[in-house]
């Protein structure tokens, strides 16, 4: 009871110096529980709405996938014929059945050609408007399409593109482009999670989507009273006789969420992994709070030393204090956590998910796991501080404040983080020296976490000589009041190698990032430069294939020299080995294409993979089956005719674009699937004729305005795109480290502050022989910055080096070109003398109002 009122007079009589370890604690948990809560209401949103739209039972065509989008080569979904539907409603236990045709291969467009797809990733979907969807759309005005000339629009869509009744939009699908005017609005009963819905009449989604009458996607199945979803789906498939997939609400729901739940397992784990670093980076603030603590109270422990206090009971002290500290910022945390998930559901509700407050889950794991994470990771980080107290004798009551340092502790920290380096340096070479990338990752994962570790046991070491450099270039020119900040800044180098360590965590991972993505960048461009022979690329951002119209558009573009149509399908390969590989894929194109994409070979050439009944193999598959020029392989076509095709090229594995393909003629492929179940083209490339290159672009364009849904590109549009594409990815991480450079700031305010209080008499002294206030303060903010750069230069350089190892590893998947990002890596490290500058003006400033007679008489 003693130990605990101890420490809870030291904690309140020191609040304001653990002000910023409990805001440290706070947003690490805060992050925590907000990803835990976020997430779980995104299921609890999902899990509610693929409930309210399935039916008791749903059966649909063999070829759908479980969750039932669009998977046919040709663009168009699986059908059954409406035959179907008598069979189904003739089944036991069947009280209705209703049979309905969507697609999600579709684009929607307004009367200005914009597209009306959702922003946020969410999918397009254009169905037929049927009872079962009527039980979770309420239609709030104008009434349900009747007619081809009729389409009906989710709520949400209409209020983010301001569409009124009357309007006229565009359904482009593989069949065509139907045109409609908007009948009617219909609204969500459930969350909508970010899909743009239109609702056709059956007849007409049939001919749009389709291309035919009679046919469904789905029949829509209830129960009759008494009847449970596993019977009704048992009478319904014995109906039917194995013909077409037959699935229960439940088996619906389970396979949508399935079809979600690995994105948000990565967007769960991975925010959780950012909020891991967060915690690490503030145990350096607890650490190096507690050890000052400690410091100050030396004199103090060594009198409660004197009058009967055991080390245990000094120790317990402060891990009590720990303790405080970790539940009060552990419960503001919780609670800022929930605040945190709300405005992440804002925020992807302006992106075009709408997430709702009323599905907030809060499951009651969540501030348990809040509570222990914070609780125990407080206490673990005061563990050595408290240590430190314990060993503080009697006699130190008699010494000014501050423990004498431990040579020893220094020479065994010298050793182990000498080590340590020594081990993480050597893991980085093997993985750099690997042979495959799945080895090397090992290696790196382990030279990442050992290096990290040694440089912050040897920090206070190397902030000895580096600190001198950096005070050598940086504060010199400050005369007197920078030669003073750098002795300050090396007075300690424990508590300025941990603060400095705090920055560095979070600046070696943007560091390492930013050469790794600069890196891929350039691969690929590079890759582009020396393979990429075709002049344009014309694709459908959202995944749509290219319809035979399109392809005609683009083939009557005046100026182009050639146009290579490009396939992919699978087939069933039968290989010399014996051995049978099923649904593997195989992509056929034109000739022309040995030219567009100049792929390496190790044996034959390219140009006789397209001659009649030929094709290619990449080396590793060729290795794999004993595969050489003229084996035969047999390869069994999906919706066509076996064909014995003869090996005529080896294609190197190496190259990054089109890497292990295998490639026969568009000829080869017609030959042996009839004209109706040819798939569509994935991608169309053309080359322009010699000097009409600009011209051949703007025709392009011209020619496929009709066809929003594709988009033309040339290499400078393509290279872009992909620095685009890696470069959301990076300001995403690099947004989710902010929270990890935050509290490492909060770590340099902590030190600087406390380091303030601590020097409070020598302060005094100073001012008092002639020391102003304005070159006080530039002297506290000479330290910060100086402590900044130490941490910037260390966390900077690690990361180059983690980086270009990484880069190592990318090579053997064809990413070959490291390039170092200086600009950002300058960028950054001038920016972190802007955040020692930021850090240090609030200790600064209250340095800088002490009473000159108070601070000198400060014990």
């Not at 673990?380 to 130190?396: Q, T």
Request: hydrophobic share 45%; aromatic share 6%; with cysteine.
């Amino acid at each position: 009871m003693t130990v605990m009122k101890t420490s809870m007079r030291n904690f309140f009589a020191h609040k304001g110096r653990m002000a910023l370890s409990a805001v440290a604690v706070l947003l690490s948990v805060a992050f925590v529980c907000g990803t835990l809560v976020f997430t779980d209401t995104m299921n609890t949103t999902f899990d509610k709405l693929f409930a309210a739209t399935s039916s008791d039972v749903t059966v649909s065509a063999k070829g759908a996938s479980d969750s039932g989008e669009t998977t046919s080569g040709n663009g168009k979904p699986p059908v059954m014929p409406a035959s179907v539907l008598s069979k189904v409603r003739e089944a036991q236990g069947v009280k209705t059945a209703e049979g309905t045709v969507f697609s999600t291969s579709v684009t929607v467009v307004d009367a200005d050609k914009d597209s009306l797809s959702p922003s946020g990733g969410g999918p397009t979907i254009v169905g037929s408007w049927n009872g079962n969807d009527a039980r979770t759309m309420k239609i709030t005005s104008g009434a349900a399409p009747k007619n081809s000339g009729q389409v009906m629009v989710d709520k949400d869509t209409v209020d983010k593109h301001h569409l009124k009744l009357g309007d006229e939009i565009g359904v482009i699908s593989a069949v065509g482009t139907h045109k409609a005017k908007i009948s009617g609005v219909a609204e969500f009963e459930v969350t909508n999670p970010g899909a743009a819905i239109f609702y056709l009449d059956t007849k007409t989604a049939q001919q749009t989507l389709v291309g035919e009458s009679n046919v469904f996607t789905n029949v829509n199945v209830t129960a009759a009273p008494g009847v449970t979803d596993a019977q009704l789906k048992k009478n319904v498939a014995a109906e039917l006789g194995g013909t077409y997939k037959v699935q229960t609400a439940k088996e619906t729901a389970d396979a949508n969420q399935k079809d979600v739940e690995g994105f948000m397992n990565v967007m769960k784990y991975a925010m959780l992994g950012f909020a891991g670093i967060a915690f690490l980076v503030g145990i350096f603030l607890i650490i190096n709070t507690f050890s000052m603590l400690v410091a100050q109270r030396t004199r103090e422990i060594g009198l409660m030393r004197a009058i009967g206090s055991s080390r245990k009971q000094v120790n317990r002290s402060v891990l009590a204090e720990a303790l405080l500290l970790g539940v009060f910022g552990s419960v503001l945390g919780v609670g800022a956590g929930v605040g945190l998930a709300i405005g992440l559901m804002k925020l992807m509700g302006s992106m075009g998910m709408n997430l709702s407050t009323s599905d907030l889950t809060i499951a009651w794991t969540t501030p348990v796991v809040g509570l222990v994470l914070g609780v125990v990771v407080t206490v673990l980080a005061a563990w050595l501080p408290a240590r430190r107290a314990g060993k503080v004798s009697p006699m130190a009551a008699l010494r000014d404040a501050g423990a004498p340092a431990d040579a020893r502790a220094g020479r065994v920290r010298a050793l182990v983080g000498t080590l340590l380096t020594a081990g993480g340096a050597y893991a980085l070479y093997l993985a750099a020296e690997a042979d495959k990338a799945k080895e090397g990752s090992s290696w790196l994962g382990l030279g990442v976490v050992l290096s990290l570790i040694g440089f912050v046991v040897i920090g206070p070491l190397l902030a000895g000589g580096v600190v001198r450099v950096l005070g050598a270039v940086v504060l010199r020119v400050f005369g007197p009041v920078g030669r003073m900040a750098e002795r300050n800044a090396l007075r300690n180098p424990r508590r300025t190698g941990a603060t400095g360590a705090a920055l560095m965590i979070g600046l070696a991972l943007v560091a390492c990032l930013s050469v790794v993505g600069s890196s891929m960048v350039a691969s690929a461009t590079d890759q582009l430069d020396k393979t990429v022979g075709t002049d344009f690329i014309i694709q459908s951002d959202s995944g749509q294939l290219v319809t035979p119209a399109a392809v005609k558009a683009v083939k009557d573009t005046p100026g182009l020299a050639h146009v290579t149509e490009y396939k992919i399908t699978e087939a069933d390969y039968t290989t010399p080995d014996g051995k049978t590989l099923k649904d593997t894929d195989i992509t056929a194109a034109d000739p022309t294409y040995a030219t567009d994409l100049q792929t390496k070979t190790v044996a034959g050439k390219l140009a006789d993979a397209y001659k009649p009944d030929s094709m290619s193999v990449h080396d590793k598959f060729a290795k794999a089956h004993g595969i050489h020029l003229g084996s035969k392989i047999k390869v069994a076509f999906k919706d066509g005719a076996t064909a014995d095709l003869t090996v005529r090229a080896i294609t190197s594995s190496d190259g990054l674009i089109d890497a292990g393909s295998k490639y026969i003629s568009t000829a080869t492929l017609a030959k042996y699937v009839p004209a109706d179940k040819m798939p569509l083209d994935e991608l169309v490339f053309a080359s322009a004729k010699e000097g009409q290159t600009d011209a051949a672009y703007k025709s392009l364009k011209s020619a496929l305005h009709d066809y929003p849904q594709y988009t033309v590109r040339d290499q400078t549009d393509y290279k872009e795109a992909l620095k685009d594409q890696i470069g959301q990815l990076l300001n995403m991480i690099y947004g989710l480290l902010a929270l990890a450079i935050i509290v490492a700031i909060l770590g340099v305010v902590n030190t600087l502050a406390l380091s303030v209080v601590e020097r409070t008499r020598e302060i005094g002294l100073m001012r008092a022989i002639g020391l102003s206030r304005r070159q006080l303060r530039r002297m506290i903010r000479m330290e910060s910055v100086v402590i900044a750069l130490f941490g910037a230069l260390l966390g900077l350089g690690l990361g180059m080096g983690w980086g270009a190892t990484a880069q190592k590893l990318l090579a053997l998947e064809g990413l070959k070109v490291l390039e170092i990002p200086w600009p950002t890596i300058i960028a950054v490290f001038i920016g972190s003398a802007f955040v020692g500058l930021f850090a240090a003006l609030i200790p600064a400033f209250r340095a800088g109002r002490m009473n000159v007679l108070n601070a000198i008489a400060t014990e």
